[in-house]
């Protein structure tokens, strides 16, 4: 079955220092991975997404993440961390093919010091 | 143009009462999926509908859960004689499967506590 593992349940760090967020991921197939973010009250939002073409996937608001298949992992990075970026965040694998349903990761808060 | 709507917003329910959250997904959406969030936890899947076909309700809690889309545009989720563990955030989601793309659209969710 699949899964994904976020291994942090809380990160913080300073506005304009590096932002890492760590996703191992398990699947029986070639996988669909996603990043959602999450702030309160609203909607998730998607970041980024891998489909199996380019391992290393940019996505908006100056997020990156890097498939990474011998690790099994898929973390999130941003090089500079800004104030708005404070939220939840979701790593997400897609179920297999046939179905597409989102397997989730318990979640990530991200804080942001000034 | 417009996302995924849900409603009510906010729901609260006794304990025992019956309850029914909306779903209007993005125009043109082939796939409709529910998720139910617990507090301080990742979305949990619960039922996917393709148009109108429910294909997997694998997630769906209990009996007491029920999902429809009868026409493939709006869906319901209805919820009988709710229980103190439904209190969660109810998340509806659309997709248009395409080869090599099919992220899913989030409403912004329906809170039900359970009184």
């Known amino acids: 079955a699949q899964s994904v593992t976020q291994l942090d349940s809380h990160v913080s760090v300073s506005e304009g220092t590096p932002v890492l967020l760590r996703c191992n991921y398990s699947?029986?197939?070639?996988?669909?991975l996603f990043w959602y973010v999450q702030h309160p009250n609203k909607g998730l939002q998607l970041l980024l997404k891998y489909t199996s073409a380019a391992t290393l996937v940019k996505g908006i608001n100056g997020f990156e993440a890097e498939f990474k298949k011998s690790e099994t992992s898929f973390h999130l990075t941003k090089p500079s961390a800004h104030m708005s970026d404070a939220a939840e965040y979701f790593c997400?694998?897609?179920?297999?093919?046939?179905?597409?349903?989102?397997?989730f990761g318990t979640g990530t808060r991200l804080k942001v010091l000034a | 143009g417009a996302g995924v709507s849900q409603s009510p917003r906010y729901k609260v329910a006794k304990r025992g009462q019956d309850v029914a959250l909306r779903c209007d997904p993005i125009s043109g959406h082939v796939s409709l999926f529910w998720y139910q969030q617990a507090l301080g936890q990742g979305p949990e899947f619960l039922t996917y509908?393709?148009?109108?076909?429910?294909?997997?309700k694998s997630g769906l809690p209990s009996d007491r859960f029920f999902a429809e889309r009868p026409e493939g545009s709006v869906s319901t989720l209805k919820i009988q004689r709710t229980q103190q563990e439904d209190s969660a955030v109810y998340l509806c989601?659309?997709?248009?499967?395409?080869?090599?793309?099919?992220?899913?659209?989030f409403g912004p969710g329906t809170r039900l506590t359970v009184t």
């Open positions: 997400v694998v897609s179920d297999q093919p046939g179905t597409y349903k989102y397997i």
């Open positions: 509908f393709q148009n109108e076909a429910q294909l997997d």
């Open positions: 699947s029986s197939y070639s996988p669909s």
């Open positions: 989601a659309s997709s248009f499967p395409t080869s090599g793309s099919y992220e899913q659209y």
